[in-house]
């Protein structure tokens, strides 16, 4: 049977409510548990010894110290973890990344690692192991790495990809153009910066299955990749999803977990291995640092004629698709007959970069939405009629091919252009910004059980991580398609042993996929109620509706029968055929693309080049808000990372190729007393492809920031931004080049 | 191997342990003790995650050497709640979406009461200076203010 997944208006019951989530009790006192917060009987201490050369080819390690010390139960190189890959560059990246081979790629590459009884024999022993390294010219930044005669961290050159888009004659158009502005940018590298550091416990056994506990965003995609790279059957290893304390895309990337579970296959005991902060930083994340060209030309009366950029993303040592992301994404808000994007993928030695909600996204949308802002000064037009003049709308071409369908940029501007922030007095030393973004959204492959209890309650067992709520959004879709009471539902993350596969939570998919399964899920035990009420009642199962939550009698000659609740249905369920559930496994096409556009006021200290952001406001499409409150946390969090990356996070290398600053202290994320109040406003356009209209709302809150940011404090100080972070040094710097000119 | 004897106070209960002189209160609480809902998140102090209250001051439980607990009277997460009844902060969290992922929560929620005790009555600001020692990566803080802001007239009332 087909699942219709087509949109159609209702009145909602507990879509749009705001109640608490189930499992918030257990996150107030401590109880949930994390990633770190879980033991096995017997279990060792895992832990990596990372190469401290930022390139380094790996001569020979010499284990034997090590291994002869008192309470080392296992230690591993890459020897112990033989290459299976069978020719799949993807999966022998990953492995290659997990544990270096032949050459460590960065600071902090993983080179050797050990098991021991506890944390100070397994510090100990990683000082016993003596690795032999013939240090290699090394490069980590951008447009270096381009330069003929860079160092190379392989045999091909360091432009790993090369992708395209785009469609029209931009020379016709730019010649077309009466005003244009050519710009180049530069971001930094950032992190993720969840505060919950990789963790996982891994249980290998001699019969050839193994359980892993992970904090993980996708623990069916950690499993598939742990058991091909360890050489054992899917089905063979059981993954459970801790609770996640942040992952933001650099939990959707497996890093230590294949090494503990080698660790614990060799030492036959179950290993825990949880990452410090440094390692967090140096070894997984980050995001890329990019270096982008844009030109756009319009006609004096403001209409784009031509747009081009061309985009260079750092990737680490193994080739992406962050260049293609950025390449697909610089243009999307606008509706453009010429438009060109060239997207190159940089190695460096740096860790790999792993996705960062909205991958790829916030750089190029700065660099697009800077110039933006210039053009429409040039013109002499207001910024946000300039992006009104040029919006994308339904049946608009987009710059990465497909045909629009109804979206959200343009309301969203007028919500912006009408929002009393525009329009509010700004103090001495003072700009104010906005800028717009997008991001496509994902579906995916997804599966969810919903069990009727014998009480007439209902689990569902989804296999989309919570990271953020989405337990509870979905118990609220589960309650409005049975019609039942929020209360009565409760859902649990099932793992990959007792639910089919599920794509990861990424590409803000979680609530849009899995309340797309719900909903299907729901139906399915919806029809079988129907038939158990047509057999309690003994009538055609074609004269039985559902309303209410409840089985009704249709038609005049059954008017006497009660209707059937939930609960009275499933106390029978043992005579009229058992229990009772209904599953859905779909992939879930058609996520709604969505879009967003920001406005801040940002005060910049001229003497010291400090800054305050003074206020911020959100305004963002959500196609249906299935739990408001969340939606506002999922803008508000999005600002916030990206008014860290706009004005103080940044990777900071040393002459030496070596990370300076993994920690908190030094590379710093906004605090309490750094932010204002952020306000939010939820636009509601539906997305025609999911029954309420669902989009996902996770990711797109970090695209504009970057660039409102950018925009504001180039209106504070006279002075166009171009690179990012905006820190204090930089500001500076940028006001000096300007006196000198 | 010989450790150091240690008798103190958690959540008003008499506890000993014996620890190593290099491990922390936080090694002592999760790995020892049980209580896990401190959190490691940088173990150096600079994200709050494993704030714990010593003798009536808030400190990071990761800065602090386990064999320091003697004689000390320690409150950590798992004792703020009165058995089922939650504590005003606590359930102004969960109201407000003061969480996210909630792995921070331990650390906002011991750093907020140490606030309140101190300050019954505080304002957007020493409430953002007060809690500028924990890290929330989710939220943006806007909703975490706010629930301490609506805790803190809650129990004025109270």
Known sequence: MGFDQSYSARKFKSVGTRPLRPDGVDKVTGRARYGADFNMPGQLVGRVL????????????????????????????????PDHTEGDSELYNILDNCMARSKAFY???????????????????????????????????????????????????????????????????????????????????????YIEPHACVASV???????????????????????????????????????????????????????????????????????????????SGPTSATSIDVKIGATR?????????????????????????????????????????????????????????????????????????????????????????????????????????????????????????????????????????????????????LNIGADGTVTIAVGTVDVGGSRASLSLVAAEELGIPYEQVKAVVADTSTLGYNDMTDGSRGTFSSSMATISAARNAITVMRERAAQMWDIPVGDVVWEEGHAKAKGEKHGNLPPLSVKEIAEKAGNTGGPIAGHSEIVADGAGVSFATHICDIEVDPQTGATRVVRYTVVQDAGKAVHPTYVEGQYQGGAAQGIGWALNEEYIYGKDGRLQNPGFLDYRIPVCSDLPMIDTQILEIPNPNHPYGIRGVGETSIVPPLAAIANAVSNAVGVRMTHIPMSPPRILASLEAEKGA | MSGIAVSTTINGDDVEFLCQAEETLLDVLRDR?????????????????????????????????????????????????????????????????ALQCGVCTPGFLMAAKDLL???PDPTEEEIRFALAGNLCRCTGYDKIVRAVQDAATVMKGA
């Open chain 1, 107 to 193: 600071d902090g590459h993983a080179v050797a690692a050990v098991a021991a009884v506890d944390a100070a024999t397994a510090r100990k022993a990683l000082k016993l192991i003596e690795v032999d390294y013939e240090v290699l010219p090394h490069v980590t930044d951008v447009d270096e790495a381009m330069k003929p005669g860079a160092p190379q961290l392989h045999e091909s050159s360091n432009m790993a990809n090369r992708s395209e888009y785009g469609h029209g004659d931009v020379d016709a158009g730019f010649n077309q153009a009466e005003v244009i502005v050519e710009r180049t940018y530069k971001t930094e590298q950032t992190h993720q910066g």
């Open chain 1, 205 to 283: 056994n001699g019969d050839g299955t193994g359980d892993l506990w992970v904090c993980t965003q996708g623990h069916f995609v950690y499993r598939q990749v742990c058991a091909s790279l360890l050489g054992m059957d899917v089905s063979k290893l059981r993954v459970t999803s801790s609770e996640i304390g942040g992952g933001f895309g650099g939990k959707t990337h497996v890093w230590a977990e294949p090494v503990a579970l080698a660790l614990s296959r060799k030492a036959g005991r179950p290993v825990k291995l949880v990452m410090t902060r440094d390692e967090v930083f140096r070894a």
């Open chain 1, 50 to 81: 990372r190469s401290p050369h930022a390139h380094a080819r790996i001569r020979g390690i010499d284990t034997s110290k090590a291994e002869a010390l008192k309470g080392v139960k296992a230690v591993i190189t890459a020897a112990d973890l």
């Open chain 2, 117 to 119: 005790t101190r300050n």
């Open chain 2, 33 to 97: 003790l049980g209580l896990t809902g401190a959190k490691e998140g940088c173990g150096t102090g600079d994200c709050g995650a494993c704030s714990v209250i010593v003798d009536g001051r808030l400190v990071c439980s990761c800065l602090v050497l386990g064999a320091e607990a003697e004689g000390r009277s320690i409150e950590t997460i798992e004792g703020m709640a009165d058995g089922e009844k939650l504590h005003p902060l606590q359930e102004k969290f969960l109201e407000h979406a």
């Open chain 1, 301 to 449: 009366e403001g209409k784009i004629t031509a747009a081009s950029a061309t985009l260079r993303y750092t990737c680490g040592p193994y080739v992406g698709m962050w260049a293609e992301l950025g390449a697909m994404t610089a243009f999307a808000p606008y509706d453009l007959e010429n438009v060109k994007t060239v997207g190159f993928e940089v190695l460096v030695n740096r860790p790999k970069v792993a996705a960062y909600r909205a991958p790829s996204a916030p750089m190029a949308a700065f660099a697009v939405e800077s110039a933006v802002d210039e053009l429409a000064r040039k013109i002499g037009m207001d910024p946000v009629e300039f992006r009104i003049a040029n919006v994308a709308s339904e049946g608009t071409k987009s710059s990465y091919g497909p045909v629009y369908g109804p979206i959200g940029i343009g309301p969203t501007l007028e919500a912006v252009r009408d929002h009393p922030h525009m329009k509010a007095p700004l103090g001495e030393n003072q700009g104010r910004g906005m800028a717009c973004g997008f991001w496509f959204n994902f579906g995916g492959q997804t599966c969810t059980d």
